[in-house]
């Protein structure tokens, strides 16, 4: 994993803002170190903890423990007589849990090696960390062990950039037996508590340290366990209780231990045959999307609760995905709604979750600070100091021009693979104001596209999908000036009017609705096949028009997400496979974001020519809807290969460095690492290469399974409310219910 900055921030500049024959640079910070490629770090939830591979966190580092969006715990560092331990070997056991085995180094009087050091921690419903010392030494050793812990209450926003100094107000609070230290931090309505506890007071405080002094007879055992209490935010559903023996002993849960995480386990298919490599990267995506769970109550809040009792499922808490660790363990529409549709074919509980959380935050007025609109489904929701302070808009931000409509999309989608009308129906004040938020607001000029701007000192750029500063060029470089109209929002737009004319058929009864939607796309299709063509290159759509109506010239892989949304004809569709084969998008591991070609293609640019792996996902499976099975297998089978480099698990992005120059894909060095679209991206390739689809009330199987892939067995996958074992080789498939 990594432990630098992922996405670029808000305060990265604005396209437009400079004159037309300028590109700016990039925003250049000095940033705080990293903890190494060997980092690791532990998550649950809504919180995650980040060391080095001693398990230490040192001051003025990127790691610690962040909970909500606040580092608790920025300094939190072992050692033995005042020295650094030497690591012997360290390492996940869980995504939620990791051991370090750890020894002295020479000191004076004690040899290296003579006193073994464990730490063994894990993330629930708070942090726990058991320390414990053995001498290997044939008399009695004395030594001093120091815990030495800090805080700095830092905003999520900051640990990325610059922390500001709060210290004067931080207030501490040392327990007089040694049990454990408190610190506290409050301005205005900010109020914030860390609570570090031990089982077995230290001998003394000194400053923030717990200092044990200890002598340690032959062959003794040691043992201290520290606990961080994390508080429960008002619509969180409470989190795991879980105990040192269930895990890292494997002894059974007790009744309030119970793991959320091992039922949806059981709930979500398994693949039981097939290549190891395919099994490999299935079982890890599953792993991590499990991990990544977010549970809400809204329950705790009457207005939803009134909206969830309408729909029927008042009592259960709504299952979410968070987006990815470290910087996105938290609410991100665009995200969330992409890791539900790749998971859709399999199992439909996310959709659910996501659905019905998105509809609750649904903007219902304008905002400039919050870049919100009426109808607009949300981007992200922070809960920091920043945040809570209003100086950030990320309470509920709205700064994405393309939720919306995938938020269409996957209702469209839930609908096809569980016939849930009551769910429609329910949903269709919702489904209403999105529709509107199309036409009217995200028309921002009128001409019948849906472009962006952002209106917040602290907004968004690009409010695409390529969302960094630089994600959307002229093939130049050239940064286009505001509003822009990307092509792929227009693609999204036509396809959630054609999926809500079908619910419109179906569970809403209403043709008048069917047909105007049918109008409405069929005027975009024309409009768009027109203004977005270039004939140059052998043929392309522009990656979006500028704010003076120029088309984006920059040939790139949003290519694909046109095939995805059948906005395309099929004469041209031929030509897009093509493009998104050659050689200058086609790195070989997978589709570049940016064409090598172009002069602003940068192989470790973050949306300007690195592999994206849930944009691929897209990609073959638009590939597919136009009959393009092997060039879509093709894109398949490479990133199933770049898998195997990073033991199974895709991560958020690589680098777009051509397969012919090294044997493993090149990692992109600030890529979230588990992310949720790039964990949910095996499942929708193996959704396309099965031909996996709902038509009409009924799982159809068309299946083009790579030889190097086998034979396929899927066991307990979800459709319909009932359980189905799907199982192809080659063109060759069949479905049967579960246990038939």
Same mark, same amino acid.
């Given at each position: 994993?990594?432990?630098?900055?992922?996405?670029?921030?808000?305060?990265?500049?604005?396209?437009?803002?400079?004159?037309?024959?300028?590109?700016?640079?990039?925003?250049?910070?000095?940033?705080?170190?990293?903890?190494?490629?060997?980092?690791?770090?532990?998550? /649950?939830?809504?919180?995650?903890?980040?060391?080095?591979?001693?398990?230490?966190?040192?001051?003025?580092?990127?790691?610690?423990?962040?909970?909500?969006?606040?580092?608790?715990?920025?300094?939190?560092?072992?050692?033995?007589?005042?020295?650094?331990?030497?690591?012997?070997?360290?390492?996940?056991?869980?995504?939620?849990?990791?051991?370090?085995?750890?020894?002295?180094?020479?000191?004076?009087?004690?040899?290296?090696?003579?006193?073994?050091?464990?730490?063994?921690?894990?993330?629930?419903?708070?942090?726990?960390?058991?320390?414990?010392?053995?001498?290997?030494?044939?008399?009695?050793?004395?030594?001093?062990?120091?815990?030495?812990?800090?805080?700095?209450?830092?905003?999520?926003?900051?640990?990325?950039?610059?922390?500001?100094?709060?210290?004067?107000?931080?207030?501490?609070?040392?327990?007089?037996?040694?049990?454990?230290?408190?610190?506290?931090?409050?301005?205005?309505?900010? @109020?914030?508590?860390?609570?570090?506890?031990?089982?077995?007071?230290?001998?003394?405080?000194?400053?923030?340290? %717990?200092?044990?002094?200890?002598?340690?007879?032959?062959?003794?055992?040691?043992?201290?366990?520290?606990?961080?209490?994390?508080?429960?935010?008002?619509?969180?559903?409470?989190?795991?209780?879980?105990?040192?023996?269930?895990?890292?002993?494997?002894?059974?849960?007790?009744? /309030?231990?119970?793991?959320?995480?091992?039922?949806?386990?059981?709930?979500?298919?398994?693949?039981?045959?097939?290549?190891?490599?395919?099994?490999?990267?299935?079982?890890?995506?599953?792993?991590?999307?499990?991990?990544?769970?977010?549970?809400?109550?809204?329950?705790?809040?009457?207005?939803?609760?009134?909206?969830?009792?309408?729909?029927?499922?008042?009592?259960?808490?709504?299952?979410?995905?968070?987006?990815?660790?470290?910087?996105?363990?938290?609410?991100?529409?665009?995200?969330?709604?992409?890791?539900?549709?790749?998971?859709?074919?399999?199992?439909?509980?996310?959709?659910?979750?996501?659905?019905?959380?998105?509809?609750?935050?649904?903007?219902?007025?304008?905002?400039?600070?919050?870049?919100?609109?009426?109808?607009?489904?949300?981007?992200?929701?922070?809960?920091?100091?920043?945040?809570?302070?209003?100086?950030?808009?990320? @309470?509920?931000?709205?700064?994405?021009?393309?939720?919306?409509?995938?938020?269409?999309?996957?209702?469209?989608? !839930?609908?096809?693979?569980?016939?849930?009308?009551?769910?429609?129906?329910?949903?269709?004040?919702?489904?209403?104001?999105?529709?509107?938020?199309?036409?009217?607001?995200?028309?921002?000029?009128?001409?019948?596209?849906?472009?962006?701007?952002?209106?917040?000192?602290?907004?968004?750029?690009?409010?695409?999908?390529?969302?960094?500063?630089?994600?959307?060029?002229?093939?130049?470089?050239?940064?286009?000036?505001?509003?822009?109209?990307?092509?792929?929002?227009?693609?999204?737009?036509?396809?959630?009017?054609?999926?809500?004319?079908?619910?419109?058929?179906?569970? %809403?009864?209403?043709?008048?609705?069917?047909?105007?939607?049918?109008?409405?796309?069929?005027?975009?299709?024309?409009?768009?096949?027109?203004?977005?063509?270039?004939?140059?290159?052998?043929?392309? !759509?522009?990656?979006?028009?500028?704010?003076?109506?120029?088309?984006?010239?920059?040939?790139?892989?949003?290519?694909?997400?046109?095939?995805?949304?059948?906005?395309?004809?099929?004469?041209?569709?031929?030509?897009?496979?093509?493009?998104?084969?050659?050689?200058?998008?086609? @790195?070989?591991?997978?589709?570049?974001?940016?064409?090598?070609?172009?002069?602003?293609?940068?192989?470790?640019?973050?949306?300007?020519?690195?592999?994206?792996?849930?944009?691929?996902?897209?990609?073959?499976?638009?590939?597919?809807?136009?009959?393009?099975?092997?060039?879509?297998?093709?894109?398949?089978?490479?990133?199933?290969?770049?898998?195997?480099?990073?033991?199974?698990?895709?991560?958020?992005?690589? @680098?777009?460095?051509?397969?012919?120059?090294?044997?493993?894909?090149?990692?992109?060095?600030?890529?979230?690492?588990?992310?949720?679209?790039?964990?949910?991206?095996?499942?929708?390739?193996?959704?396309?290469?099965?031909?996996?689809?709902?038509?009409?009330?009924?799982?159809?199987?068309?299946?083009?399974?790579?030889?190097?892939?086998?034979?396929?067995?899927?066991?307990?996958?979800?459709?319909?409310?009932?359980?189905?074992?799907?199982?192809?080789?080659?063109?060759?498939?069949?479905?049967?219910?579960?246990?038939?």
């Amino acid at each position: 994993m990594t432990n630098t900055v992922g996405r670029p921030t808000p305060a990265d500049p604005t396209p437009g803002a400079a004159p037309p024959d300028q590109t700016p640079s990039p925003v250049v910070r000095n940033l705080p170190p990293d903890l190494g490629p060997d980092a690791v770090g532990i998550f /649950e939830g809504m919180s995650f903890l980040i060391s080095n591979r001693v398990g230490d966190v040192p001051p003025g580092s990127i790691g610690g423990l962040v909970h909500h969006d606040t580092r608790l715990l920025n300094r939190w560092e072992l050692t033995l007589d005042d020295a650094p331990l030497l690591v012997l070997a360290a390492g996940l056991v869980h995504d939620y849990s990791a051991s370090f085995f750890l020894a002295n180094a020479e000191l004076p009087g004690l040899a290296a090696n003579t006193v073994g050091v464990r730490r063994h921690r894990f993330i629930g419903e708070h942090v726990h960390e058991r320390i414990v010392l053995q001498c290997f030494e044939r008399k009695p050793v004395p030594v001093r062990l120091r815990l030495a812990v800090g805080t700095d209450f830092a905003d999520l926003f900051e640990i990325k950039e610059s922390v500001r100094d709060r210290s004067a107000l931080i207030t501490r609070d040392h327990a007089a037996d040694g049990s454990g230290l408190t610190f506290r931090y409050t301005n205005g309505g900010f @109020s914030v508590c860390a609570e570090v506890r031990v089982d077995t007071p230290a001998t003394r405080v000194e400053g923030d340290d %717990l200092v044990w002094d200890l002598e340690l007879r032959p062959n003794e055992t040691w043992r201290c366990n520290v606990t961080v209490p994390l508080e429960l935010w008002p619509l969180d559903a409470a989190p795991v209780r879980r105990r040192f023996e269930e895990v890292f002993l494997g002894a059974p849960a007790g009744p /309030e231990g119970q793991d959320h995480g091992i039922e949806v386990r059981r709930r979500i298919p398994r693949l039981r045959d097939g290549s190891e490599l395919l099994r490999d990267v299935y079982d890890r995506s599953v792993s991590d999307l499990v991990a990544m769970r977010i549970y809400k109550d809204l329950r705790k809040e009457p207005e939803f609760r009134t909206k969830l009792l309408r729909i029927g499922r008042g009592d259960d808490p709504l299952l979410l995905c968070s987006a990815g660790l470290p910087w996105f363990l938290t609410i991100f529409g665009r995200d969330m709604l992409i890791t539900a549709y790749q998971m859709i074919a399999f199992w439909q509980d996310l959709a659910y979750g996501v659905l019905v959380m998105l509809a609750t935050h649904q903007a219902t007025e304008w905002d400039d600070f919050r870049d919100a609109e009426p109808g607009k489904i949300m981007h992200e929701m922070r809960r920091g100091e920043l945040t809570q302070l209003g100086l950030k808009p990320h @309470s509920r931000y709205y700064g994405t021009a393309d939720a919306t409509q995938l938020w269409l999309i996957l209702l469209s989608e !839930y609908w096809r693979w569980t016939g849930d009308d009551q769910l429609v129906v329910a949903l269709r004040e919702h489904l209403d104001a999105a529709l509107r938020w199309i036409d009217e607001y995200g028309d921002l000029d009128g001409d019948g596209y849906v472009e962006y701007a952002t209106r917040s000192p602290q907004g968004l750029g690009n409010q695409c999908w390529r969302d960094s500063w630089n994600g959307v060029l002229f093939a130049n470089g050239i940064v286009p000036y505001l509003p822009i109209a990307t092509c792929e929002l227009q693609g999204y737009s036509y396809d959630a009017k054609l999926r809500v004319a079908e619910l419109a058929d179906g569970p %809403l009864a209403d043709p008048a609705l069917a047909q105007r939607l049918r109008t409405e796309a069929g005027a975009l299709y024309e409009r768009f096949n027109r203004d977005f063509w270039i004939d140059d290159r052998g043929g392309y !759509y522009a990656v979006g028009l500028d704010g003076d109506k120029q088309r984006i010239d920059s040939l790139t892989s949003n290519l694909g997400h046109l095939l995805w949304s059948g906005i395309v004809p099929p004469d041209r569709a031929r030509i897009l496979a093509h493009q998104l084969l050659s050689d200058q998008l086609f @790195s070989g591991w997978g589709v570049r974001t940016t064409a090598s070609s172009d002069p602003a293609f940068n192989p470790i640019g973050y949306h300007m020519g690195t592999v994206w792996p849930h944009d691929n996902s897209i990609i073959v499976h638009g590939l597919a809807r136009y009959g393009f099975r092997e060039e879509a297998n093709r894109i398949v089978m490479a990133m199933l290969e770049a898998a195997k480099h990073s033991n199974g698990r895709l991560p958020e992005a690589f @680098s777009g460095y051509d397969r012919s120059l090294g044997r493993s894909p090149v990692q992109y060095p600030t890529a979230c690492n588990p992310q949720a679209w790039a964990s949910g991206a095996p499942l929708l390739f193996l959704r396309t290469v099965l031909g996996l689809d709902a038509v009409d009330g009924q799982v159809r199987l068309d299946p083009v399974v790579p030889a190097p892939l086998g034979r396929i067995l899927l066991t307990g996958s979800n459709a319909f409310g009932k359980r189905w074992d799907i199982e192809a080789v080659g063109d060759q498939a069949d479905i049967r219910l579960s246990g038939s």
